[in-house]
């Protein structure tokens, strides 16, 4: 059974630097097309965060979220990154894991990914 868990939410002060990571069980990442982060906002739509390509390694981001965001892999082949620089009020969200088994359409695209994480909360205090 596919299972991805999600952790290091928490609190952080405006400024601050985090990373959230993305443990998948069950699969490797080389088993999947693409790993995303996506993060949803108390009250609005979930929003694409940044998200990566098992072959090659292409790294795709939203677009208020290039610059501070960064999306990697860590050393097992099971676990996913997303580091948070200079967190703003504004990044105050629940972070989602997710992985799409195939292409085949935009890295944005909600409808593309297979599999959801539970969510991990981040609060920056403003």
């Known amino acids: 059974q596919v299972r991805l868990v999600e952790s290091g939410g928490g609190l952080v002060q405006a400024g601050d630097s985090l990373r959230l990571s993305c443990t998948s069980f069950g699969r490797t990442f080389d088993d999947y097309w693409l790993m995303g982060w996506f993060r949803q906002a108390p009250g609005k739509e979930r929003q694409f965060v940044a998200a990566t390509t098992a072959i090659g390694g292409s790294k795709y981001y939203g677009d208020s979220m290039r610059g501070r965001f960064d999306i990697s892999r860590g050393e097992t082949k099971n676990t996913l990154y997303l580091r948070m620089n200079s967190a703003k009020p504004e990044d105050t969200a629940v972070y989602f894991c997710?992985?799409?088994?195939?292409?085949?359409?935009?890295?944005?695209?909600?409808?593309?990914?297979?599999?959801w994480g539970q969510g991990t909360q981040v609060t920056v205090p403003s």
């Open positions: 997710a992985a799409a088994n195939d292409g085949g359409s935009f890295a944005y695209n909600e409808a593309m990914y297979n599999y």
